[in-house]
């Protein structure tokens, strides 16, 4: 059956004819206007597409320029090795590292003592007011060794600290503390003057060390710094404002016998102790009291009387103390305590033993590590020197991680640490050759060797380099971030009185580790000696946190 359109179709033929026919030119006025619609849309196309290629054209040209005409500042290239000498000199226990001439590699700031400098200056012992010899700081590049800046700052040197904060936060300074009254900061960028006034010390006081950092008193933007010193069979102390050098206040006594090794701890409440080494036990002296001593007026200071009540009513240690370390804690910093024969670490909240490590004979101060990644250990040398052993410890357990009998010298350089990629430590101890005690070896033959360590790998050392020459200190820093690590080593005379040949020497690690001996501990690694060479080769380091 058809529908209406087809019938009416039958029957109107010619009216369907004339409906096709208007559809057909309704159709075709549509798309004329559709065209003429379209014709300024494919123009902006067009310009739109232009310009694109215009501007790509632009930036390629910009590249370009920058690229290859105009040249890009070039890296400082640094030597892998360098050594520096100063001769008829003497030179002190003193390394710093610090970015001196801003080429992002850290520059070595040492001491040494002499008639004259070695590059001429015009800077001499009379002209800053001493005899001769005198003691002059130096700042020489880690990049080539070449020296930046050398100026004599005392008659001779008690007590030295660099990189210290200066209320010119584009500034950084070295304190230098003279034995024969001199009291100096210098502009560790420059060489160049910031303060100087004559001490206020006894002729019959001794400095203690180490120079301690106070908040800021005097608001002037920079810490104060807090000398002690020991005077008979009292030590006393003095405040002096951190970016002028003048002395705030008085000097005052702490009411202790006590010797060098001092540190300032902050307790929870933000209460400032200055704990120090005394003839058999830990002493400790608030702040607060010392301040309002000198001044006779409250300053910015809290006591903290339950740790105070606390420490009054309990003993430390056993024997001497030879040792104090502030470490990181849980609440604050704890306390590591080296007495004669213990190795404690107190609570420094409640000064509650966390461990003990008994039957110790510690030869040098303790220092930090880490043996499992992100995890903190402390490295002890116990023993002599000619039985010295290596123990490493988990610091919140006390724990033994590791531990190598390594004997030394007498006098032997200080180990360090420095952290790697892994989160882990390189530990870098110093030994006697082929790890032969020195009755085995004629004086004359005997050198110092460095041994490298990491925890990767705990039956393998490797001797990395033989030093006759009378080390007089030692570091190992990253000297780029994220590049590579070298060793500073400082030698010279073993007395001050007999002046002789001073060096400075750096040495990449890489280039070491290339041609070291592998020392095998025992059953170590099925690896052969030169892969075991390449793994440590490929270690990364990564600087502090």
């Known amino acids: 059956m058809m529908d209406n359109k087809d019938l009416e179709a039958e029957i109107h033929p010619l009216k369907n004819e004339e409906r096709k026919s208007q559809e057909n030119v309704g159709k075709q006025l549509k798309t004329e206007d559709n065209l003429k619609s379209r014709t300024p849309q494919s123009r902006l196309s067009r310009c739109r597409t232009v310009a694109f290629f215009l501007s790509l054209f632009v930036c390629l040209f910009v ?101 210290m904060p200066h209320s010119d936060s584009e500034t950084s300074a070295c304190i230098l503390v003279g034995r024969l009254g001199s009291f100096i900061a210098v502009n560790s960028f420059t060489g160049e003057t910031l303060w100087s006034h004559s001490n ?92 309002e001593k000198m001044t006779g007026k409250d300053g910015p200071f809290k006591k903290d009387s339950f740790w105070e009540n606390i420490f009054n009513t309990s003993t430390y240690g056993s024997g001497a103390v030879r040792y104090l370390m502030n470490v990181p804690g849980k609440a604050g910093e704890d306390v590591l305590l080296v007495s004669s024969d213990t190795c404690t670490l107190l609570d420094g909240q409640d ?11 510690i030869l040098r101060k303790p220092f930090l590590g880490h043996y499992k990644p992100d995890t903190l250990a402390v490295v002890i040398e116990n023993g002599t020197s000619t039985d010295r052993q290596i123990l490493l410890l988990d610091l919140s357990t006390g724990a033994v991680l590791w531990n190598q009998p390594l004997p030394s010298l007498p006098g032997s350089p200080s180990s360090t640490s420095l952290p790697t990629a892994d989160h882990r430590s390189a530990f870098f101890f110093w030994g006697l050759h082929e790890l032969v005690s020195t009755n085995e070896m004629e004086p004359r033959d005997v050198q110092h060797s460095l041994y490298m360590f990491h925890p990767t790998l705990p039956g393998i050392l490797l001797e990395l380099a033989n030093v006759s020459a009378n080390i007089v200190a030692f570091d190992v820093i990253l000297f780029e971030p994220s590049r590579h690590a070298a060793y500073v080593l400082l030698t010279g005379p073993a007395s001050s009185d007999v002046p002789g040949l001073v060096s400075v020497t750096k040495h990449k690690v890489r280039d070491l580790v290339l041609d070291s001996r592998v020392v095998h501990l025992g059953e170590g690694s099925s690896d052969s000696d030169q892969a075991i060479r390449d793994r440590f080769s490929r270690l990364r380091y990564r600087s502090e946190v």
Not at 228 to 251: D, F, M, W
């Open 63 to 163: 590249v370009f320029v920058v690229s290859f005409l105009i040249p890009c500042p070039e890296r400082p290239l640094s030597e892998r090795m360098w050594r520096i000498d100063y001769n008829a000199s003497v030179t002190y226990d003193f390394l710093a590292m610090e970015d001196v001439n801003k080429d992002r590699i850290q520059d070595v700031l040492f001491l040494y003592k002499n008639t004259y400098n070695s590059n001429n200056y015009t800077r001499s012992c009379a002209d800053e007011g001493f005899s001769t010899p005198c003691a002059f700081v130096a700042a020489v590049s880690g990049a080539n060794g070449s020296v930046l800046w050398e100026r004599p700052v005392a008659q001779d040197v008690a007590l030295v600290e660099c990189a």
């Open 200 to 291: 206020s010390f006894g002729e019959n006081a001794s400095i203690l060390s180490p120079l301690l950092q106070v908040p800021d008193i005097d608001g002037d933007g920079a810490s104060d710094l807090l000398i002690l010193t020991r005077e008979g069979k009292e030590v006393r102390g003095a405040i002096y404002s951190g970016s002028t050098g003048q002395q705030i206040g008085h000097r005052g006594s702490l009411g202790v016998d006590g010797d060098s090794g001092a540190l300032l701890h902050v307790t929870r409440i933000g209460a400032h102790y200055i704990l120090l080494p005394c003839a058999s036990s830990l002493c400790s002296c608030s702040v607060k009291v010392l301040y």
């Open 351 to 361: 000064l509650t033993p966390k461990w003990t490590l008994g039957a110790t004979q």
